[in-house]
């Protein structure tokens, strides 16, 4: 996720400080300046957004910098908003990789007996029948090692669910779905069938079950938990912030 602002930080650090960040409405959508000089991307295409909310949000990562050394890993929506004007990688190629993963999927690739299986039943269950509904789908559960083989019909409804997103709302749900490692549980917090909470939930329900057990390694698990919550909750305040008519 953070490429995009690495080389946005590298550019931005040769011409430091700037003084002031604006935001300001084009007729494509709302544009951000510093120092009234327009922001642009990485490929140097006009950062311009389709909403003013996901302007001021981004104008407010930018603005946190003026008092520190740029760092990329604050700025997750410019890096997102960067990758879905950008595109580094085709949309058809994103779709087919997030696609690989459908038959290996977490949510229905589970232990076969004991407490941890009780536990992702319990998780997934109803996250999965969330979007089964949502994308009028079944989804077959397995405990084989091999993962389950999907329909041809759900792995095709995925994909027309996927190609009927435009390039900002793929970019927010791909990241979602790359952070929680699972197609279902991804597409679940964009659409909003579950919460961020939620999401975190079924994306840890191995770490969390192991935490439960042996205890919470300090240094180590509270740093993984933090990472992910933000690597889940960004994409997801990036989608809201894309709906938003204000």
Not at 29 to 36: M, Q, R
Not at 43 to 52: D, F, I, M
Request: aromatic content about 4%.
């Amino acid at each position: 996720m953070g490429n995009q602002c690495r080389s946005l930080a590298a550019r931005a650090s040769k011409q430091q400080l700037f003084e002031k960040v604006g935001v300001h409405q084009t007729q494509e959508g709302f544009g951000i300046t510093l120092d009234k000089h327009p922001l642009r991307t990485p490929s140097k295409n006009p950062l311009v957004l389709p909403s003013k909310a996901l302007a001021l949000a981004v104008a407010a990562e930018w603005r946190w910098q003026q008092n520190h050394k740029l760092q990329p890993s604050t700025m997750p929506l410019m890096s997102l908003a960067a990758t879905a004007i950008d595109e580094p990688k085709p949309r058809h190629a994103v779709i087919d990789t997030l696609l690989s993963h459908v038959h290996t999927d977490a949510t229905c690739c589970r232990e076969q007996t004991g407490p941890i299986a009780a536990r992702q039943a319990e998780v997934y269950r109803p996250i999965v029948e969330a979007v089964s509904k949502r994308l009028g789908v079944q989804f077959h559960v397995t405990d084989s090692i091999f993962g389950a083989e999907q329909p041809e019909s759900t792995a095709l409804a995925i994909r027309s669910y996927l190609e009927g997103l435009s390039n900002w709302s793929l970019a927010g749900t791909a990241e979602l779905i790359a952070s929680c490692r699972s197609v279902v549980v991804g597409i679940a917090i964009s659409e909003g069938l579950v919460d961020v909470e939620q999401g975190l939930e079924a994306a840890r329900v191995e770490e969390n079950f192991q935490i439960e057990g042996w205890g919470l390694v300090e240094g180590g698990h509270d740093i993984d938990s933090a990472g992910l919550k933000v690597q889940v909750a960004a994409p997801s305040i990036f989608l809201r912030l894309l709906q938003s008519k204000d």
